[in-house]
């Protein structure tokens, strides 16, 4: 069974404070792995998508990583507008062209704080 | 594009009641998702269809619980009848047919007392 787990649960940062968050996952055979943004009231927002090891994303102040184990979600000198909850998520890959499931961590809570 | 719409955004109902949640993917969408988020449980896939037919129903959690998507643009997700546990916020997503990013719709917030 796919496995997803985020850390830490919560981060508290002030504006300009760098900090990453954590993305373990186990899984059959990676197909890829997402990110997501998710403000309170909202969907989540689509990020990112890593496909192998070594490949690196960015998008203004986020840069996302990928490990054969774990993601890294980077986030440099953040804003209070980075605040949000994210999610990391993975799609395995299938014997049966099954289509884009997607099994998500619990997220991280982020709060930057002026 | 309007993105993935849901409605009502907010369901307040008493148990026992049936209820009825209503999604409309993005055009041309061929994957659509339902989804449920509590604090408990975080973000779980329900069931999910590609060309309106349903492909994986595992995450379904009781027989209460029924989805379908009569066509390409509007999908169902039913309880019947609700119980007080089955409040959490419903989510509907849709994807392109090998794309593998989902989007999201606004959520559905039910509240069964």
């Known amino acids: 069974e796919d496995q997803v787990t985020q850390s830490p649960e919560a981060l508290r940062l002030q504006e300009g404070e760098s900090s990453s968050l954590n993305c373990s996952y186990t899984?059959?055979?990676?197909?890829?792995l997402f990110w997501y943004r998710q403000d309170p009231g909202k969907g989540p927002e689509f990020l990112f998508t890593?496909?192998?090891a070594g490949e690196e994303k960015e998008k203004e102040r986020l840069k996302a990583t990928l490990t054969k184990k774990e993601s890294f979600l980077h986030i440099t000198a953040p804003k209070p507008e980075d605040s949000a909850t994210y999610l990391c998520?993975?799609?395995?890959?299938?014997?049966?062209?099954?289509?884009?499931?997607?099994?998500f961590g619990g997220g991280t809570r982020v709060l930057v704080k002026p | 594009d309007a993105g993935v719409i849901q409605s009502p955004r907010h369901e307040v109902t008493e148990m026992g009641q049936e209820v009825t949640l209503r999604c409309k993917p993005i055009?041309?969408?061929?994957?659509l998702f339902w989804y449920r988020q509590t604090m408990m449980r975080g973000l779980e896939l329900l069931i999910y269809?590609?060309?309106?037919?349903?492909?994986?129903d595992s995450g379904m959690p009781e027989d209460r619980f029924s989805a379908k998507m009569p066509n390409a643009s509007f999908s169902t997700l039913k309880i019947q009848p609700s119980e007080p546990r089955d409040s959490a916020v419903y989510f509907c997503?849709?994807?392109?047919?090998?794309?593998?990013?989902?989007?999201f719709g606004p959520g559905t917030r039910l509240t069964v007392t």
């Open positions: 997503a849709s994807s392109f047919a090998g794309g593998n990013e989902q989007y």
């Open positions: 899984v059959s055979g990676l197909r890829g």
């Open positions: 890593l496909y192998s």
């Open positions: 998520a993975v799609q395995a890959l299938m014997i049966k062209a099954a289509g884009n499931k997607l099994t």
């Open positions: 055009s041309g969408h061929d994957y």
């Open positions: 269809f590609n060309n309106n037919v349903p492909i994986d």
